[in-house]
């Protein structure tokens, strides 16, 4: 009989305990990444979708044909009180940082390098504002410098960024133009442009064929449509779903900003669904901006339908959201007020839907208050990237939320600044619990409504509840003076408009 040294014998059982550990099922593996998808389309309203966000049923949700984000819905959460900012850039340049408009100072949209899109005013001037929008490059005249932005820090853990679509987060000629400079990996479709020359493909998405089009405007990355009877909405949903493809292919983890144009002007139908909307007595102006929505909402299906195909749907978060509400010249959100670049909720109230497989409910609604700059600190967080989120200065995660935690969002402050001479007044918003008030910079008028009882904001309340109106007036100030917000400058004093607490002290 052959002795075996102990050492030996002792050596072997360990090896044979761990191969059984191996091929066993209860190992424990590092959970892979979830894929984000951020559905996120330009200039569309609360309620420009056939999912109700109000408590009942609009006429606007039985007009529009949305059945994908009806299924999104269904399979996710809704929130009923998300907000963005009143105009695309400030948002866009928000939620690739996680801080506010009044804080990075673009507060406006961008386009032409150093020049303001404000016009003159006979009272007021505005500020010496960041007009060029976002930059990754420090010392670019009237920039915000952030380095850290929200597609970076994904593609330097182990992400694949994708950008296809609007871009809209700098001037022509500056770093911030071009996404690729923001940490995306891939840019299809996206620049300095906020709206495209076209969304017809025969006209190679550029408005050079009306004569008086803006080359300016004349999309990256496309050129393999032009001249196809192709709608611009259907070609950005082509890439992606091919970003996507290659993506599953190489097994990364990916994050898809897929930023629909639609439905910013110019209003150019989409055939594939116009003429159903003409046959139900619309207009030609509201049966063009309902086909548009519809065809967002296919690309929505068709993503989604995608990632079902490829198998890993169950591991894609997908979100949807809007920049901010609808322009002046398509139908109001009602029971809202006012539209896009207005301080009224019409203006900065949008849909958001969230899909996160194995977290959220399906069909669960919450009424607790998002806005732009928390989806930064949420997609860092979802990514389980924890440690990253602290680098947002003012946005909030809403993960507990998704995980059906207890809200303690009930007190929080939003804040709203706009104080650029742009189709709007200029104004500050401050929301807290149910009581939002809004100060003009041309007049320091106060508004003061309770939207809990008024969503409609009819009932102005300023003179009838003084204190109340005080209160959010100092609040209000507070955050402007934290943030450092510009104020604009009385043309006939040159002085700055003054805080709202020191014009409410005189009354």
Not at 107 to 114: G, M, Q, S
Not at 299 to 309: A, Q, V
Not at 336 to 363: A, F, N, Q, S
Not at 404 to 414: Q, V
Request: proline residues 7%; aromatic residues 10%.
């Amino acid at each position: 009989m052959i002795k075996l040294p102990v050492k030996k014998i002792l050596l072997g059982l360990l090896l044979v305990m761990s191969f059984s550990v191996l091929e066993g099922s209860d190992i424990p593996t590092k959970k892979k990444q979830p894929n984000i998808v951020f559905f996120f389309v330009g200039d569309m309203g609360w309620q420009d979708t056939s999912v109700p966000f109000y408590k009942e049923v609009t006429a606007l949700n039985q007009r529009y044909q949305t059945p994908n984000m009806e299924r999104l819905a269904r399979e996710g959460m809704k929130f009923t009180q998300a907000y963005a900012s009143a105009v695309c850039t400030p948002s866009r340049v928000s939620l690739m940082t996680g801080v506010n408009a009044a804080r990075h100072k673009v507060t406006n949209w961008t386009l032409i390098k150093d020049e303001s899109p404000d016009s003159d005013h006979k009272v007021i001037k505005s500020p010496d504002w960041n007009l060029n929008g976002l930059s990754p490059v420090p010392n670019i005249p009237h920039t915000f410098f952030h380095s850290e932005n929200l597609p970076l820090l994904l593609s330097q853990n182990d992400y694949r960024t994708i950008h296809v679509g609007k871009a809209h987060f700098g001037a022509l000629g500056t770093p911030g133009e071009d996404p690729l400079n923001l940490g995306f990996n891939l840019n299809i479709g996206g620049n300095a442009a906020g709206g495209p020359g076209s969304y017809l493909g025969i006209h190679n998405f550029s408005g050079a064929w009306k004569g008086s089009g803006n080359p300016l405007l004349d999309l990256p990355g496309l050129e393999a449509y032009h001249g196809e009877a192709i709608y611009l909405t259907e070609a950005l949903t082509r890439e992606g779903l091919k970003a996507i493809s290659k993506a599953v292919e190489d097994d990364k983890p990916f994050y898809l900003y897929l930023s629909h144009y639609a439905n910013h002007p110019p209003r150019e139908k989409d055939e594939r669904f116009y003429q159903n909307y003409i046959n139900q007595g619309l207009n030609e102006l509201d049966a063009t901006y309902a086909s548009m929505i519809e065809g967002m909402d296919k690309s929505l299906g068709d993503i989604m339908n995608h990632l079902d195909k490829l198998g890993v749907d169950d591991n894609t978060i997908v979100v949807f959201m809007s920049d901010n509400g609808p322009h002046p010249q398509v139908p109001q959100n009602l029971p809202l007020r006012g539209h896009k670049l207005g301080p009224y909720e019409g203006g900065i109230r949008v849909p958001l839907l969230v899909k996160w497989p194995g977290v959220t409910l399906p069909g669960k609604v919450s009424e607790d208050c998002i806005i732009i700059e928390d989806i930064f600190p949420t997609f860092l967080e979802m990514a389980g990237l924890n440690s990253l989120i602290n680098k947002s200065i003012d946005g909030q995660s809403f993960v507990p939320l998704l995980k059906g935690e207890p809200s303690k969002s009930a007190d929080r402050t939003l804040l709203w600044h706009f104080p650029n001479t742009y189709f709007s007044p200029p104004y500050s918003v401050v929301r807290k619990g149910d009581w939002k008030l809004i100060y003009y910079h041309v007049d320091q008028k106060f508004e003061l409504f309770n939207l809990e009882d008024d969503i409609s904001e009819s009932t102005e309340l300023s003179s009838s509840n003084r204190d109340k109106t005080k209160e959010m007036a100092v609040l209000m100030t507070e955050l402007l003076k934290e943030t450092k917000a510009q104020m604009p400058t009385l043309i006939a004093t040159g002085q700055l408009v003054p805080y709202p607490d020191q014009v409410y002290s005189l009354r």
